[in-house]
């Protein structure tokens, strides 16, 4: 199989994108008639797993993946992650690939055994990606690259989160000058230099959050090799005009994903969401893939021209 970054930049070059849409279920957000019928955790599930599948079919022809966030699915228990699982096979059936958003990262022995339920294609839980916390240092993060090397998978370093606390501890000055994020970047940047697939990007990625554009060109050139992963598009506040710094001179090398503001756009636009049907509801996702599919090319067209 063709390394994580290989598959990235084929599938976006053949689907014309760069979208990303989140998988951040919330069943108060669902119209009546896909909503659970009863309080159980096994009818919650159902319904995430039914307005999951919807989801994917609306938007399989303009994303290149989908992103499921886990807290979503922990909150159910066993019952949240089967509807998980059915998410991931469903989605890569429809040919999307599936980014794990868990922001995993531990001591050594149990990073291993993070990369080996997310990372290991055995697993039920393994997507093609899995987002990683490098707070604890290499120790944490060495078994994901390890597992993302010898599976062909992918990992998403937190490198600048999209949040509005994120400069708290990413912003600070470390010993070189640079900041955290920068850091983390240059770390990062020397491991991807050495796995470099066939387009020049490495399975080691690194998640910059589309709210500070301002940040996202040292970013981008700190690290060359890794395919940045930019949430916050949308309901966030993030905006795709301004994410022509995340992209390279081809217009590549970022994927920008967007949860809410597209699963969920039906409840902005439409006042009588709650007893809007199924083909509301998928149109109103389609349409909203759509939408962000075109702004994010224009931004990467933008870039090409910038550069
Ligand atoms: O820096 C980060 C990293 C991850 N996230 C996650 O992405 C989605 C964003 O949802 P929206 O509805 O598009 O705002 C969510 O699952 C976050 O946990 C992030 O926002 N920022």
């Not at 062909?152 to 912003?171: M, R």
């Not at 996202?216 to 005009?241: E, F, K, T, W």
């Amino acid at each position: 199989m063709a390394g994580f970054a290989d598959r990235v930049i084929a599938a976006s070059e053949s689907k014309d994108s760069v979208l990303v849409v989140g998988l951040d279920p919330n069943v108060d957000y669902l119209p009546n008639v896909l909503a659970p019928t009863q309080e159980s955790g096994r009818a919650v599930a159902e319904a995430i797993s039914q307005f999951n599948r919807l989801v994917i079919d609306a938007v399989a022809d303009h994303a290149v993946a989908v992103k499921p966030q886990l807290a979503y699915y922990e909150v159910y228990g066993s019952d949240g992650i089967c509807a998980l699982e059915d998410t991931i096979r469903y989605a890569r059936s429809k040919g999307l690939l599936v980014v794990q958003d868990a922001k995993r990262g531990d001591i050594g022995p149990t990073a291993s055994a993070y990369a080996q339920a997310y990372l290991h294609p055995s697993s039920p839980l393994c997507g093609d990606a899995l987002t990683v916390n490098p707070l604890l240092g290499a120790d944490g993060v060495n078994p994901f690259v390890e597992a993302a090397m010898q599976h062909a998978t992918g990992i998403f370093v937190l490198v600048k989160t999209s949040n509005p606390s994120a400069g708290q501890w990413q912003d600070l000055i470390a010993a070189d000058g640079g900041t955290l994020s920068q850091r983390i970047a240059a770390y990062i940047a020397d491991i991807a230099r050495n796995h470099r697939g066939e387009h020049g990007y490495s399975a080691i990625g690194a998640v910059v959050g589309s709210t500070y554009p301002q940040d996202a060109l040292a970013l981008r050139s700190i690290m060359p090799h890794s395919i940045l992963l930019v949430p916050g598009l949308g309901a966030q506040g993030g905006r795709a005009d301004d994410l022509t710094g995340y992209f390279d001179a081809q217009g590549q090398g970022a994927l920008v994903s967007s949860s809410r503001g597209i699963t969920y756009r039906y409840c902005a636009v439409t006042p009588e969401w709650k007893h809007a049907t199924i083909d509301q509801v998928f149109a109103s996702i389609r349409e909203a893939a759509l939408t962000s599919q075109r702004a994010l090319n224009n931004a990467r067209h933008q870039s090409q021209r910038i550069r």
